[in-house]
């Protein structure tokens, strides 16, 4: 099944000259969410986590989903103030300005394995930062995993452990 024809493209979202990934079309189509999570489970199983990670928000969708195919917990990395109790957090540089991340402190054990997971690989800051942020809580980060990767912006790059993608768009 060829994923790409159930992920729309919307041009000019959220501002001119920006295409939009929608994976909401690949979500409401269930054989195509469930081959493409079928996918992703596969192409993560190698790494042997002990855990996903989720960034918020639309990681949720596939790390979520994933943990329970693999017999896995899941963990959220959220926007600031969005956890209760104790948390970690990490501020990272975005085209313009900073953001921040969370998880809560006592959500990974020292030496568990995190694959960590979003929609989206574009530039690469977000999935960078928690890469940083769950070795900060203590976990080991064997590997990163996005539905969607656009190659052209280089994202890629910004990891220092391997990335599976089950999807890449040049341009």
Do not use: N
Not at 36 to 48: D, G
Not at 55 to 69: D, H
Not at 106 to 135: K, Q, S, W, Y
Request: aromatic share 6%.
């Amino acid at each position: 099944m060829d994923l790409r024809q159930h992920i729309r493209g919307v041009p000019d979202f959220p501002k001119p000259g920006i295409l939009f990934y929608d994976i909401s079309t690949l979500l409401r189509h269930g054989p195509a969410w469930h081959e493409a999570v079928a996918r992703m489970a596969e192409a993560i199983r190698p790494h042997a986590p002990t855990m996903l990670a989720g960034i918020e928000s639309r990681g949720f969708l596939l790390a979520a989903p994933l943990a329970l195919q693999l017999g896995l917990g899941f963990v959220m990395l959220r926007k600031r103030g969005k956890l209760p109790g104790a948390t970690i957090g990490l501020d990272y540089a975005l085209e313009y300005g900073t953001d921040r991340i969370e998880i809560q402190a006592d959500a990974v054990r020292p030496g568990e394995r995190v694959v960590i997971l979003d929609d989206l690989l574009a530039t690469g800051g977000t999935m960078a930062a928690g890469i940083e942020l769950l070795r900060k809580a203590g976990a080991e980060v064997p590997a990163a995993a996005a539905l969607i990767e656009l190659t052209f912006l280089k994202g890629r790059e910004r990891l220092d452990v391997p990335c599976e993608v089950l999807v890449s768009y040049d341009s």
